[in-house]
């Protein structure tokens, strides 16, 4: 959508960071590997928005895009052979460790990002929201 660009602003990064949290809370509870994997993806779409101003989600292509554990190509694999599996791949103190390095990451990147603080298509958006619900 050509609006896109307008309305992306460095404050999704909070958006990104929120999602993490409850993705993590979940993984904390259930130790099951899609919400860890959701952990990831998100804070990596969040630090790849930040640096490129784009929105990636896909997580096998932001691991060659941002920098990641190891592991996680490991993790995606056992995921598909049960979603709802646990982690075994490596520790949980490992895992910690490194969702706490990609939060701090996502920081930073926010802080350096080149994304406006305020969207510039605001009102063009607006108008476009409006033409969709008056054409329904």
Do not use: N
Request: without cysteine; charged residues 25%; negative net charge.
């Amino acid at each position: 959508m050509a609006l896109a660009p307008g309305v992306l602003t460095r404050h999704h990064a909070h958006h990104y960071r929120g999602f993490a949290h409850t993705q993590w809370r979940l993984f904390e509870k259930s130790g099951e590997l899609k919400p860890l994997l959701y952990t990831f993806r998100v804070l990596l779409t969040g630090i790849h928005l930040m640096r490129t101003r784009t929105v990636q989600a896909q997580l096998p292509t932001l691991l060659d895009e941002v920098d990641s554990p190891a592991y996680l190509p490991d993790l995606i694999a056992a995921k598909a052979d049960a979603e709802h599996g646990p982690l075994t791949v490596v520790t949980q103190e490992l895992v910690r460790s490194d969702v706490e390095a990609l939060h701090r990451a996502l920081d930073e990147a926010q802080e350096s990002s080149a994304l406006p603080g305020e969207p510039s298509a605001y009102d063009a958006l607006h108008d476009f929201v409006i033409r969709v619900r008056k054409s329904g």
